[in-house]
C-alpha cells in the first residue's frame, strides 16, 4: 500500500514548497493569499529550538536569549513597543520542596499513622503562592472530575476536609470541591506508568508568582498532591475507616526574572488604529528534563511552541511588507514566558495590561504544534458562543475550509483573556490535512508528533507547509476582522 508516511514520498509532492531546501526561493502563491514565508519559519524555528537555547525553561538564560532574539526581530521589522519596552517584567519565586521537610502522614481513627516521602509516594501538583502550601483534615472520597462537575449536588460534606479524588482533578471541579469547603485535596494515580508520567512532568519545583493578588486561571484554589500507587492504596483504606491526612511542605525560595515581549504595529486608521488586533503565542517551553532513549534531556518544544512563535514573526513579516493588505487596526504581538508552568505569564499580563484590554478587539492564539502537511479543517478554541468563532467559520469556508467552535478551557494563554471578556480564540489543526486519507495523516501526524518530548526539535526534513496555512488561517482570520470590525462587538 502507498502510504504518504515517509518524508522522501511527501516531498516528491509538487505543491509542498516547504519542502525545498534552504536558499532555494520560495515558489510564488497566487496574489489573493497572505505569503507567508516557509523560509522564515524554518529560521525562527532552527534558532529557537536550538540545544543552545536549552528548551527555554522560564527564566533560564535559554529563555532570556529567546526573549532577546523576539525583541531583536520586532526591532527589524519596525515594530514598536509598548509602555516604553518590549519586555515586561513578570516577578516569579521559583520553589522547592525540601525533602527532611516534607511528608505527607495518613493517620488511622486508632491514632495508627504512616509516613509517606515526596517524589516516591506524592508530588504536589504546583500552585499560587497562596496554594502551593501543607494541609490537613479528614479523608474524603469525592470521585472523578466528571462526577464532581456532573453531580456537585451529590457531593458529601466537605467542610475541613481532604477530598480524595480519582485520578487528577483541575478546575473547574477543584473550584467546586473548595465552594463545598474543601481545604486540600489528594488525587490517587492507582498505576505505576500513569504516576511516573505526572512525576515526569511536574518536575521537582514550582514557579509561582510573586504578587499573590494576580488570579490564576489554571491553578486550583486550594492545594493539592498527586499520590503514587502505594499511598493510594493506603488513603482508600483511611478514607473509608474515617481517617485524616496531614501534608507538611518545607520550600526552598528563590527569585526568577522571566518577561513577556509585547510589540507593536501602528494601524493605518486613525480611528480604529485605537484598537489592536492581538496574535499571541508563548516562547517559554520545559528545558532541561528526564533524558529520553537517546539520553537527550533538552526539551527543545519545536513545536511546542517555536513553530508558534515563528508564526507571529513570520505573520508581523507578511503584514509589514505587503502594504496593499495593510490593517486598518492596530496589531499586537504578544510573546509569553511561563505558558507551561501554568499560564503565568497571561495571567500576569491580564492583570498588569501595558495595554488596556479593552483596546483589544480581537485575540488570535497559536500553540497547537506544528502540522506536519497543510490543514483545512480546524477547531477554534474559545470560539463557541463567540463572535470571532462565527467569523472564523466564515473565513474557512470562503477557502473551503472546515472550522468547528469548542468553549475556551485553560490549556494556553488565550484562556485568561478569555475570562476578561477580550473575544479570544485558540486555533487548532485538525486532521485529516489537506489532499490526504485518514490513515495517510494519522500516520504523519504519529511520526511528527512529539508533544512535551525531548524528541520535539527542528528536523530539516520536517515539512513546513503545514505551519505556512496555520499562520495563513491566522492571519486571514485578522484581516475579516479588520474589514468587518463590527462582527466582532
Ligand atoms: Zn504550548
Not at 506536519?372 to 463572535?387: D, E, L, Q, S
Not at 485538525?430 to 504519529?446: E, I, M, T
Not at 520535539?456 to 505551519?467: N, S
Request: glycine letters at 8%; hydrophobic letters at 45%.
Amino acid at each position: 500500500m502507498h502510504r504518504f508516511s515517509t518524508l522522501s514520498v511527501f516531498c516528491l509532492l509538487p505543491l509542498l514548497s516547504a519542502c525545498a531546501p534552504a536558499g532555494r526561493p520560495v515558489r510564488p502563491r497566487p496574489a489573493h493569499a497572505p505569503s507567508i514565508d516557509t523560509l522564515t519559519l524554518r529560521a525562527h524555528t532552527f534558532f529557537l529550538a536550538h540545544d543552545l537555547l536549552r528548551g527555554r525553561a522560564t527564566g533560564s538564560h535559554g529563555a532570556a536569549v529567546a526573549a532577546n532574539y523576539i525583541v531583536s526581530e520586532c526591532r527589524r521589522l519596525g515594530l514598536e513597543p509598548v509602555g516604553g519596552s518590549f519586555m515586561h517584567a513578570v516577578p516569579l519565586e521559583l520553589s522547592v520542596p525540601v525533602a527532611g521537610g516534607t511528608a505527607l502522614t495518613v493517620f488511622a481513627p486508632n491514632g495508627d499513622s504512616a509516613r509517606f516521602t515526596l517524589q516516591r509516594d506524592f508530588v504536589p501538583t504546583g500552585g499560587t503562592r497562596a496554594s502551593l502550601r501543607g494541609f490537613a483534615g479528614q479523608l474524603v472520597w469525592v470521585g472523578g472530575a466528571d462526577e464532581i462537575r456532573e453531580r456537585p449536588e451529590a457531593l458529601p460534606t466537605l467542610s475541613g476536609a481532604v477530598a480524595v479524588t480519582a485520578g487528577a482533578v483541575r478546575r473547574p471541579a477543584a473550584e467546586i470541591l473548595a465552594r463545598h469547603g474543601a481545604v486540600g485535596m489528594v488525587h490517587l494515580i492507582a498505576d505505576t506508568g500513569t504516576y511516573r508520567l505526572h512525576t515526569a512532568s511536574r518536575g521537582r519545583d514550582f514557579l509561582v508568582l510573586t504578587d499573590t493578588t494576580v488570579r490564576s486561571s489554571f491553578f486550583p484554589p486550594i492545594p493539592a498532591v498527586i499520590a503514587g500507587p502505594q499511598l493510594s492504596r493506603a488513603l482508600v483504606a483511611a478514607a473509608r475507616r474515617g481517617g485524616t491526612v496531614r501534608v507538611t511542605l518545607d520550600l526552598e525560595r528563590r527569585p526568577v526574572h522571566a518577561a513577556n515581549i509585547a510589540c507593536l504595529l501602528p494601524g493605518a486608521d486613525e480611528r480604529l488604529g485605537d484598537t489592536a488586533l492581538v496574535f499571541t503565542a508563548h516562547y517559554d517551553h520545559l528545558g532541561i528534563g528526564t533524558p529520553d532513549e537517546r539520553s537527550d534531556s533538552i526539551y527543545n518544544g519545536f513545536s511546542d511552541n517555536a513553530a508558534g512563535v515563528a508564526m507571529l514573526l513570520a505573520i508581523a513579516e507578511e503584514v509589514r511588507n505587503t502594504p496593499e493588505r495593510a490593517l486598518r487596526h492596530s496589531v499586537l504581538f504578544l510573546f509569553f514566558t511561563g505558558e507551561e508552568r501554568g499560564l503565568l505569564g497571561s495571567d500576569y499580563f491580564v492583570a498588569r495590561p501595558p495595554v488596556p484590554l479593552s483596546r483589544m478587539r480581537a485575540l488570535i492564539n497559536l500553540d497547537a504544534g506544528a502540522p506536519p502537511a497543510r490543514p483545512w479543517h480546524w477547531r477554534v478554541a474559545g470560539g463557541t458562543g463567540n463572535p470571532l468563532g462565527a467569523l472564523a467559520k466564515d473565513v474557512a469556508a470562503s477557502h473551503g475550509w472546515s472550522v468547528t467552535t469548542s468553549p475556551a478551557t485553560a490549556n494556553s494563554d488565550y484562556y485568561p483573556f478569555a475570562q476578561e471578556g477580550v473575544a479570544s480564540v485558540f486555533i487548532i489543526p485538525r486532521l485529516p490535512y489537506q489532499g490526504l486519507s485518514a490513515d495517510s495523516s494519522q500516520a504523519l501526524q504519529r511520526r511528527w508528533d512529539r508533544y512535551h518530548q525531548a524528541a520535539d526539535e527542528f528536523y530539516e526534513e520536517f515539512p513546513f507547509a503545514g505551519l505556512q496555512r496555520y499562520a495563513e488561517f491566522a492571519y486571514l482570520l485578522a484581516l475579516a476582522v479588520d474589514r468587518n470590525p463590527g462582527r466582532i462587538e
